[in-house]
């Protein structure tokens, strides 16, 4: 079920004060979220979760979840940079290799961060840049396709670009562990927006036991287990959300199983959720502004998929609703659409809905995660701004709307060569 938590009078509030469209993010529900998963793993007196910075880039967003004691998962230079000019250092970074010019590895290296290897041709880069830590993590990847409880696939990792082969690890480790490494940790993320309880606790279960053997066989200190992102948000009304306590639960009794009770000397577990902390939280505001009948019924917004591209880029469902009219039987079918000369520029398409009436205010569920963060500039359509609506009931704008002149700054001009 899409978070419906906040009031109309916020959004009809946000609209007086900021031009739509925008995003808003609902800070209590952001760090009560941030908490909840703390708590849920507490059992591990080494757990951290490192939120995923790429889910939602924003500076005070942040800075509030560095608040709440997370740590953050980077996996390029400027997230690396976010990091380091917040005040994030040494364990509370992870960074995730993927392709990296090796040049990035320097930074990572020079603020201390756990450097999650991607490839075994890692290593090399790493010694020249940065040199070896005592810690490393390695990314795992298991190949074909990945099922638990039942048969259903939940995800191909086979098919996925990341990660070392199992049959790898053996052979990198114990180059590591000439080099110097003492520890390793292992981390893997083999399936996306997972609404199914079990899938932590089966990707928990499969990285215990290779990390377990892995130790042995190399005798490396096993430092910690990484279950990655991947817990997923209910995007429709039939999904319940991830009861998180339940899933800690489930991954300390694998663990217990395979370690026995937690301590001192025993694995710690990491996390790098992003969807599932923020992505309910945040909407795009934005209003009707054109509506049109041909071969079908179009509403028309003042958002487009600048703003939110899941729709046009995975067919993603969102939910919409109409301020005030949130809970009116739905009258019309509509193509719900933004403005850009791109037929897939549709956030919602055949969707039953109230009337809309020209100068509604509609919201955009679920735009917490991998939203904003995903915008860009096609037709020219600019980055809007970001608003907080914070802890105390304020309206805070956290980042303003880009200007034309934004846009232009980087073009080289014929009047000016
Ligand atoms: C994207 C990503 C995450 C976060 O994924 P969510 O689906 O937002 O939880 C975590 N770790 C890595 C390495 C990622 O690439």
Redo the contacts with the bound molecule.
Sequence with gaps: MPNDSLPSSVFLKAAELFPTPFHLYDEAGIRNTARAVREAFAWNPDFREYF?V??LPNPVILGILKEEGLGL?C?SLTELMMAERLGFSGEEIMF?ANAMPPEEFDLARKLGAYVNLDDISDIDTLAVHGGIPKTVCVRVNTGGTFTFGGNQIMGKPGEAKYGWMPSQLKEGLERLKSMGVKRFGLHA?LA??MTDPGYYPALARILFDLIQTTAAETGLEPAFVNL????GIPYTRDVPPVDIRAVGEAVRQEYVAVFGEPGPGKPGIKT?????ITGPYGFVVTHAVHEKKTFKHYIGLDACAVQLIRPAMYGAYHEISIVGREHDAPEEIYDITGSLCENNDKFAIDRPMPKIHLGDLLIIHDAG??AFAMGYQYNGRLRTAEILYTKDGGYRQIRRAETPEDYFATMVWPESE
């Design positions: 995923a790429k889910a998962d996996s995730s993320f996306s927006n990655s992102g991947g817990i790098e959720l992003g969807r599932y995660a991998h």
